[in-house]
């Protein structure tokens, strides 16, 4: 990818309420945003596990490309004045499928395009409409993946630094080992050491972390 494309998503991205951290788990769909509008297709669809940032970066993307943030309920809206990119997110359940098949139809005459962001691809969404089906199953897909070792810990830094919490490799590593792998989780496990190192006013340490996991049950992975 570009470089200047990429530092562009990047300065995009520290813009807002949080940073996007490209890693391999996201190489793909940054690559993918970033080669719009030379897009193959009128829809392309992003999707991945709930937390892994797929939302964040198909803002990033909204912002660069002007695109108006669609939801069901504006789809015929964006029919009679079908704007130049869009994004619907979520995508599924898709709301108003004629309207939806018409809005793909406008954006493919004019030369524009649709961001679709859904947890799973388009093959696995229920589509009611044979040809709304065989558009958006036709489109590129591309996913984003569970957070990497590396891309986790660089995350929990970043957001414990964010907090001015100083925290060991040991406290990163023990985390990474034993939470629930997504970048919401991340975030949630960062806010709930910070409220355990307020409440009982001492550092961040690994017993406290282990502490925090333990009563935080929703942040361990599952099997332990």
Same mark, same amino acid.
């Given at each position: ?6 530092? !562009? ?38 999707? $991945? @596990?709930? &937390? ?12 660069? *490309? ?15 004045? @079908? ?11 898709? $709301?108003?499928?004629?309207?939806? +098949? ?5 954006? %493919?005459?004019? &030369?524009? %395009? ?13 589509? !009611?409409? @044979?040809?709304?089906? *065989? ?12 957070? /990497? ?9 970043? +957001? ?8 060991? /490799?040991?406290?990163? $590593?023990?985390?990474?080992? %034993? ?16 409220? %355990? ?17 333990? *009563?935080? @049950? /929703? ?6």
């Amino acid at each position: 990818m570009p470089e200047q494309l990429l530092l !562009g998503f990047e300065h995009r991205a520290a813009s807002g309420s949080e940073d996007f951290m490209p890693a391999p788990c996201n190489r793909d769909a940054l690559a993918w945003l970033a080669r719009w509008p030379d897009w193959p297709a009128p829809a392309l669809v992003l999707y $991945g @596990p709930p &937390g892994s940032g797929k939302s964040h970066l198909a803002r990033i993307w909204a912002a660069r *490309s002007g695109a108006g943030l669609l939801d069901p309920t504006t789809l015929i809206e964006a029919v009679l004045e @079908p704007p130049r990119a869009a994004l619907l997110d979520p995508a599924a359940p898709l $709301g108003d499928e004629v309207a939806l +098949l018409q809005l793909y139809n406008r954006l %493919h005459e004019q &030369g524009g %395009h649709l961001l679709l962001v859904a947890r799973q691809p388009a093959a696995a969404w229920r589509i !009611g409409l @044979p040809d709304l089906a *065989s558009r958006l199953r036709a489109a590129p897909a591309v996913a984003i993946g569970a957070p /990497d070792d590396a891309l986790l810990a660089a995350l929990l830094v970043k +957001l414990f630094d964010d907090r001015q919490l100083r925290v060991s /490799d040991g406290v990163i $590593g023990y985390l990474v080992r %034993h939470m629930e792998r997504s970048f919401a989780a991340a975030r949630a496990v960062v806010e709930a050491l910070d409220r %355990h190192s307020l409440r009982d006013r001492r550092g961040v340490t690994v017993a406290l972390a282990r502490a925090a996991l333990e *009563s935080e @049950p /929703d942040q361990q992975p599952e099997g332990g």
